[in-house]
């Protein structure tokens, strides 16, 4: 079974443009999760999704992400515009139950550089 | 913020148990206990979770005390590979189940 894969594994981008990230969970996980960690700081959650509905968008920075997850499949995280400070390692999560006793499974994370 | 506190750093010879604590002492009745790792440059990785009684898996033992504010992770025989950073973390409930990262204890496991 596959696990959980990120597009694209890094990205560099200058101040100003846009980047989307994507995110496939792991097919029949209808939970997908967002997560970063900026240089230094700890792992932040981001938002939730319950197939293509946002649970909890709480953990969003501001305006400039967009989340979005058409169908209940992969998931977008789109940055525009980026700023040097969003610089840092998204990591995307799915599971399987919306009870939340199962695991949450983490993909290898794309690391975006904002220069 | 995270709910739990962790010792930053540990280390432990290789073939020995690694112990790693972590205090969670307001942790409520219905949250809990979960651990991840995360090995350089990977995602994090689910290795147990328990409420109240101890569990065992086949990667690692969860002791938890009976007043549940504090729990243990113990791997029995850790190799060069369990060096990782690992997190402890009290799930949060109600209708998210994110999960809150602390900054986590780096375990060093010694040839």
């Known amino acids: 079974e596959a696990g959980v894969t990120q597009f694209p594994s890094h990205s560099v981008i200058e101040k100003g443009q846009t980047v989307t990230l994507r995110c496939d969970p792991i097919?029949?996980?209808?939970?997908l999760y967002w997560y970063r960690r900026v240089m230094g700081k700890e792992i932040k959650f981001l938002l939730h999704f319950v197939k293509e509905s946002k649970q909890d968008e709480s953990g969003m920075p501001n305006n400039r992400f967009l989340a979005e997850r058409t169908g209940g499949t992969y998931s977008t995280l789109k940055v525009q515009p980026a700023e040097l400070e969003d610089s840092g390692v998204y990591f995307c999560?799915?599971?399987?139950?919306?009870?939340?006793?199962?695991?949450?499974?983490f993909g290898p994370g794309t690391r975006l550089t904002v220069t | 913020d995270a709910k739990t506190t962790q010792p930053p750093s540990m280390d432990c010879a290789e073939g020995r148990a690694a112990n790693l604590p972590c205090n969670h002492s307001?942790?409520?009745?219905?949250?809990?206990v979960y651990w991840y790792r995360q090995i350089h440059s990977q995602g994090p990785q689910y290795i147990i979770h328990g409420l109240k009684n101890n569990e065992t898996n086949e990667m690692a033992s969860l002791i938890i005390t009976e007043d549940r504010k504090s729990s243990t992770l113990i791997l029995p025989h850790a190799t060069l590979r369990d060096t990782a950073v690992y997190y402890c973390?009290?799930?949060?409930?109600?209708?998210?189940?994110?999960?809150?990262f602390g900054s986590g204890t780096r375990l060093l496991v010694r040839p």
């Open positions: 307001t942790i409520s009745g219905n949250e809990y």
């Open positions: 999560a799915s599971s399987q139950v919306t009870s939340g006793l199962y695991e949450q499974y």
């Open positions: 097919s029949g996980h209808d939970n």
């Open positions: 973390i009290v799930r949060v409930g109600g209708s998210s189940y994110k999960l809150i």
